[in-house]
């Protein structure tokens, strides 16, 4: 047998990506009019990425609903203005031979904060175009305002959102959807016992806590079909001692998940707990794609701290994962998955002809 390499070909359902080389979601907060809409800012962002050489694309953690930003400079996909400015964007990601992903998201009780680089931290007064955060309970994160607990029929209004953002980023053009239920947003809490103390359907059991989870992957997979790959960020654990979510709940679910239609595991971790004593080193998060890989029977990406072309195909080529995805590193380099061909000898046909003057030559 030979070992699969980062730059062999993935096919999910029926969509193939050129490589196992992908951009992860990174949040940009500058969305134009505070509605969440794209810009020409994301428009480069993300273009740069496509002529790099990756092999899917992903936006950054995109609301399904006004309330599920997580500042009021994200970005939304929940009405027309919103979904022509992605199209471009897409557009752009294709022609450079990519597939575009988006990661459909709600962030819950972690809403309406100021972004990182504001004067202020916390949440966002309505006075300054902020909203009240809703959550699972009524547990504040890390000094945020306290969220309002969802009702029965507004937990069913936000299912109905992420399909609706499903359907509208079917129509944009999205190759492939991604449900964000990890790093402490609104999935996420419901899935871990230490955000989520409901007496209902919803609290409890991990049967009942993953409930919105396997709700939301049912009705996109009914809204967009069987052709459409479905990803699922998961964070491995809550990197607490005990009483938190852990990586046996994630391979638990990412099984129930898969069943449920979804067919693809983006696993890192963490997000729900503040201060959490996480050991930060290199590839960091890989164990646990494995562990969901190899205990669930999923396919799942790796990410955290993987910086090197050695590195991320060691990822794939051991079994440990069957994708790569990198965020900071594509930020320093954007043409990083060139640059990686390169340093790992693998001979490649899709360098932009713009730049084929740059191409190493023995």
Request: aromatic share 10%.
């Amino acid at each position: 047998m030979t070992s699969t390499n980062l730059f062999d070909p993935l096919t999910i359902r029926d969509t193939t990506f050129r490589n196992r080389l992908w951009v992860a979601p990174m949040c940009q907060y500058s969305a134009i009019k505070e509605d969440g809409v794209p810009t020409d800012w994301h428009l480069a962002h993300l273009g740069s990425f496509a002529s790099g050489g990756v092999g899917l694309i992903f936006t950054e953690a995109t609301g399904v609903n006004p309330a599920g930003r997580i500042s009021p400079q994200d970005l939304g996909l929940y009405n027309d203005e919103q979904q022509a400015a992605f199209t471009r964007i897409v557009e752009l990601i294709h022609a450079q031979g990519v597939r575009a992903g988006i990661q459909l998201a709600h962030a819950g009780r972690k809403a309406s904060t100021f972004r990182p680089w504001a004067s202020e931290q916390g949440t966002v007064p309505e006075s300054l175009g902020g909203w009240r955060a809703v959550g699972p309970s009524a547990i504040a994160y890390n000094g945020y305002d306290v969220p309002h607990a969802l009702t029965l029929a507004e937990i069913d209004e936000i299912v109905v959102a992420f399909r609706q953002a499903a359907r509208r980023a079917i129509d944009v053009g999205f190759d492939v959807l991604e449900i964000h239920g990890a790093h402490g947003y609104l999935v996420h809490q419901f899935l871990s016992p230490l955000s989520n103390e409901r007496t209902d359907e919803y609290g409890g059991s991990l049967e009942n806590r993953a409930r919105l989870l396997l709700r939301i992957i049912t009705e996109i997979r009914a809204e967009v079909g069987e052709t459409v790959p479905l990803f699922v960020r998961l964070s491995g654990t809550d990197w607490v001692e005990s009483g938190g979510w852990d990586i046996e709940q994630t391979t638990t679910v990412a099984r129930w998940a898969k069943d449920a239609g979804g067919d693809f595991f983006d696993i890192s971790s963490g997000g729900n707990v503040a201060g959490a004593n996480i050991p930060l080193a290199p590839g960091y998060q890989v164990e646990f794609a494995a562990a969901v890989r190899e205990r669930a029977g999923v396919s799942t990406s790796a990410v955290g701290l993987i910086t090197t072309a050695e590195q991320a195909n060691e990822v794939v080529a051991s079994g440990h994962a069957d994708a790569v995805m990198m965020a900071r590193q594509f930020l320093r380099n954007p043409h990083f998955a060139l640059q990686a061909a390169h340093d790992l000898g693998v001979a490649i046909d899709y360098w932009p002809r713009q730049y084929e003057r740059a191409v190493w030559r023995a």
